[in-house]
């Protein structure tokens, strides 16, 4: 289920991404993952696992998609010398 919903939020978050910018789309997306593993957490029962996995699915690359462009715009190296 994961993956199922991880398969369209890619284009989904990169198609929000371009029509807004700034904190509040990186706010939704880590708010909405974080409601499907309290879902999880609070609920138990195979439904609510279901619609855990889906929540986070549907956010996890997202965060990632939203993320990178930020970076890259804040110029944050690639590389981290330790």
């Not at 910018?21 to 309290?38: E, R, V, Y």
């Not at 462009?69 to 981290?80: D, E, F, M, S, T």
């Amino acid at each position: 289920m994961v993956g199922l919903a991880a398969l369209p939020s890619c284009a989904l978050w990169t198609r929000l991404a371009r029509r807004r910018s700034g904190p509040p789309l990186p706010l939704a997306s880590l708010t909405i993952q974080a409601a499907g593993i309290a879902l999880l957490a609070l609920l138990g029962g195979a439904t609510p696992a279901l619609g855990s996995a889906v929540l986070f699915g549907a956010t996890f690359t997202g965060v990632g998609t939203i993320a990178l462009p930020i970076g890259a715009h804040l110029q944050v190296p690639a590389r981290w010398s330790c």
